[in-house]
């Protein structure tokens, strides 16, 4: 019992814990601080700590007192006292405002510089399923762990295979819920290297509680590169989504600016559409999905409904090749350099439902 | 009527009472009397909590260590499931305005009944069908999608989740029920001069309380109707592979279940004003503030169920509206704590089983309100969210407030139930390991929740075990102070000493009825009094109760005890 | 009126309590203001209830118009009308009861409750008429949904004899059922002497006529109208001039479709091809239609005024769940509103309602114009889409 007292006192008292001493945090009360934003988050919390004991104590520390120098004795009764007090109610309803107003405030600050994700963050695709993680990086590369690098930010573009997850690395103090039907973002910097836990926080089954895998912050890429354990890709996503975007795409939709059916797609993935009923979307991957799916939910401003739905014809897998495809040519790639690689898929099976992630081991030609 | 008579009617112990005018499983079944259905509805709720309460032993022994196989993970999500959806469908939504209210409302109003006697006893036989059903789902395929429902996942799987939801569809509509009965019988069936600023607080709770029942349940009916239509036959409202949101599901849900929390702790509240009152012999402080504050809390409350969906991947606008309004939910329900404490303060305070649970539940409750605030907050609610956090959160409000003031209420009501005394130091015991090993059993889990461990977690990783064992052995000492205080409860109303009308000082109206009172309430013209009106009271030695002054016989009247201001 | 009444108390000696008030209330003027209160409060519920299928229809209108667009089609506004105005015409009827027991004329109460009933029955019935022809259609709740764009042809002999949708004849057995039982029923009854529940049976049976009425209304309505272009009571949707003979699920087809079609291309937000021969069967089929004379069973007539299945987006399947949830909820409550209906008539032949009491009355009077007001909302919203 003491020693859990000391082991308290010694480390872990969650007030701006001295950062030389403990760079990763409180151990005690706090997972460790690995990425941009956890040491606000951390500070909020024992902000918010702190306040709570000072009015804890004093609304124990009244009630007590209170109870022993007021209790029975027989013969004594109550004694008279006013029943209200409308400047006191006044004073306790408004001087606690002012500190929720902070609290609010500091909490919606740091939840909106987490939200602010730079163009430059590198993307890595997450499909949660029951009850296993994928991480699908850029160049196409998959791991059932999630490898990052010091200081390099990080956008999560995740979906699910099934039903609702969550993914949460504590050490981020990062949490976004993966909803089936549609892609959410996450945003990560991480800043310190280690091994952290990456669980999934909402309730999915069974196996929830199994679907626990690890995030590691390597110090850079190389290292990244080396000690994760990979699932090759045989190809880049980009040159499977450019065969899809022939097959299904080319006809309506030019990709050297020209205006067909369609608008052209080269230079669109990030940028501002206009909408026939004057609103404006971002294209980004949900807007893409949609498109796919559901075309006629949004038509471009001087176009007509015409696009065909993909459902039930292109994949999960398909939709983001695509997605990337675009990323490809948006960055000035030629799409030329697709070509003929070993392991091609055939983009008439695609569609069919079946899954076409490469098989490990093959030698991807990039 | 002879005057004595008529006292010893009002203040008297009744051996001729509301528990023996008619005899006969018939007369119990098909009662319109609003004190035997808050009976039948008190013995009802508490096998609830008591099966919920095994559940729950059950899980936290199976979390002792951090892989313990003592259920398959299946069983395990079962567990947690049930215990939820029995807890809060069956238990807690119900337990204070159906068990307590049903029986104090009236009386305190100064009425024969509620307004709809019959509406009252469906209302119960709702409650007897709906927990039928959930029960139904235990025994079939039982439920393994928490009590929360989310889809797609309770779409999905062959667990009986159409039984279950029926249900709660059934119990939301005995709540229903229940808040269309109270709010009527506020309206027109108060004591003629019974002013609204002259109600006893409790009865303010309760009215706040019913007009969220009438607004929210709905919600949670079609939603629910919703869900089992979904799994029938398939609409697609909520099924991403029919084209439906599955966040919109939880939109839906939390747009009543937010509301219903409230449902849970208004009358709670209502309770501990009530306790604070009576037992420190002094009028409540700030009584327009307290009455108003339990409205605010049932308006505000509906304006924030967003704040369950902060990581949804719901829009950044209304995630910061949801965020602004959730704190400031937090006002009316501290300016009620310190309008209790300031009741306190020169008072004369007896420390008996009561009011030991309302000082617990000052303390349970603020622990349970102030960590409301860490998950209000959005960048720190990212990290705790679906965390053990918000399971010591809801339990601290939930147990340490509902549970707890229920508890206090119902040992300061048992002897008017049954005209007869609970043992109080087994009371205050019972209280002390309720307190302990509730602090024991959640407070961990608060910084379990901090360092990262999930929720509906049936294995974790080893740095969690410590904060598991403390946590599973205070859920024991927690459940043997539940036991306790029913057996001594149990144990008072068949062989306690007999008491009379009025032992501890109360002065609303149902301590002006016989204990236990018969079967009309009041068989004499109820006089009103204000009820907060301590000084008005007196010790009536031939009686052996504490009656209003007018009553006593004249000769006997001591001095009055100056005014309060 | 309660159960298990307990003896009267003999030593209750404060005013004396009217025939019809109930012990616990203090006045006939307390109870009427308890009653109004609590339906008031009850109806409150009723809307919020209703509140989640207004909710969903809302957000699926404006993210999806094109749905409703393309869904309404199958709507017929006719029927809707003259279910808008049979409904109208029953909470007049209603609203004059409600009066007639405020001077206590419990035969006009009756009468007046009665046509109430026939009217709700009627409503029914033509409800039972355009369930039957969509689910000839194939139209269902999303997950049941196997639009063909043809007609199922009757397989069941009645049904055939008759000339109307084996859906139809299932959906009237029950009706059937209880009308012939009312009428047999009120017979004995008054061979049993007991005229004011052989009354009572009767007009149960004439209210199970109602929904013949409607039905059979309904039915040579639709027949009418088969023929002409108004069948979907609006022209048909406009489609690709190169949907004639349009393949499905062919990706290379498709994008020289698309191609042509791009000159043919005429008005906005029109339905457009989507291959759904896969989706049929892709998507979670919750139970086969075990019922003869759906899937192809017997000739096909080819409606050429119905849009043809490969036009209609995927997603239209859930405007026709939300219209499913919100007319069955509404006529489930139709259903609940001719029981109490019912249970006024009784007590008006009983003779129960006079100027000191009449609050039942009234209270399912207001109950009966929640569920009109509901339809007022639900009909343009769900039929009346241009």
Redesign the interface.
Known sequence: MMNFVNLLIAQQIPMFPDAEKHPEGAP????PRAAA?AG??DF??SA??WI?TV??IG??G??CY??VK????PG??????????TV??LA??IL??IL??W??W???????E??QIPDDAEKIVVTASQFSWEFTYPDGDKSTELHLVEGRPVRLVMESR???H?M?V??F?????I????Y?DLYFLPTRVGKY?L????????????M?TLCQVHPDDQTRKDKTIWIKAKYMPWKNGARTFN??C???HGIKDDTK?GPPLNQKWGEMETL?DGTQVKVDETYVRESLL????KIVANF??????F???LNDQDILELIAFLEYLKSGGDPAAAGEVEGYVD??AV?SGEATTPVAGAEPAK | MSTAEIRQKMFGHADKNYLNHSKGFASWALTLDHKRIGIMYLIGVTSALLLAGVFALVLRTHLWVSDSGMLSDAMYNQMFTLHGAIMVFAFIIPSIPAALGNFVLPMMLGAKDVAFPRLNLASFYLWVCGTGFLLVALATSGLDTGWTFYTPYSIRTQTSVVYATFGAFVLGFSSIFTGINFLVTVNTMRHPQMGWFRMPLFLWSLYATAIIQILATPVLGITLLLLIMEKLIGVGIFDPALGGDPVLFQHFFWFYSHPAVYVMILPAMGIISELIAVYSQKKIFGYTFIAFSSVAIALLGFLVWGHHLFTSGQSHVVTLIFSAITFSVAIPSAVKVFNWLATLYKGSILLCTPMCYALSFIFLFGIGGLTGLFLGALSTDIHLHDTYFVVAHFHFVMVGGTLTAMLGGVFHWWPKMFGRMYNDLLGRVGCFLVFSGFNLTFFPQFVMGARGMPRRYASYDPEFVIFHQWSTVGAFVLGAGIVLSVVVLVYAALYGRKVTGNPFSGASLEWQTSSPPSFHNFDHPVVMHDPYDFGDMVYDETLDSWVHREFIEPDRRPEPVPAHH | MAVAEPAHDTDHDHHEHGEFIAHHFDSAEQQYDSGKLGIWVFLVTEVLFFSGLFVAYTLWRSHHPEIFTQAHVFLDKVLGGINTVVLLFSSLTMAWGVRAAQMGRNRVVAQMTLITMVCAAMFLGIKAVEYSHKWDLGIKPASLWHYTGEHTAAVGPLAVSLGISDWLVTLSIIPAILLIAFVVVSVVLRLMDKPVWSTFSAGLAITVGGYFLGAVGGQLYMQASEGSSSHASRAPVVLHASSAGYQEQDHVAGQEKAVDSHAADAKAGEAHPDGNAADEHASNDHGTDAHAGDSGHGAHAVDPHLPRKEDLDQDVRIFFSIYYCMTGLHAFHILGGIAFLAWIFYRSLVGHWRPDYFGPVDYVGLYWHLVDLIWIYLFPMLYLID
């Not at chain 1, 005690?28 to 997972?31: E, G, Q, T, V």
């Not at chain 1, 103090?173 to 819920?177: A, G, I, N, P, T």
């Not at chain 1, 909803?179 to 549609?182: F, S």
């Not at chain 1, 669980?199 to 199994?210: D, I, K, M, P, V």
């Open positions: 005690f009360w706090f997972p934003f606000d988050v909020l919390y918010i700590f709570c009015f804890f609304i124990v009244a009630m209170l109870c007021y209790r029975r004795r004594v009764g109550p004694q008279p006292s006013p029943s209200h007090n006191l109610e306790w309803s606690p405002s929720l107003v609290m609010f500091e909490g919606a600050r740091g939840y909106y987490t939200q099934d039903v609702l969550s949460y504590a050490a103090r990062q949490k976004k819920d909803v089936p039907g549609r959410t836990r669980a999934c926080a909402e309730y999915c089954g069974e196996g929830h509680s199994r626990r097959m299904n080319a006809g309506c059916t026939t559901t075309p006629d939910a007509s409904n015409q696009m065909l739905s459902k039930g014809k983009p008439a569609g």
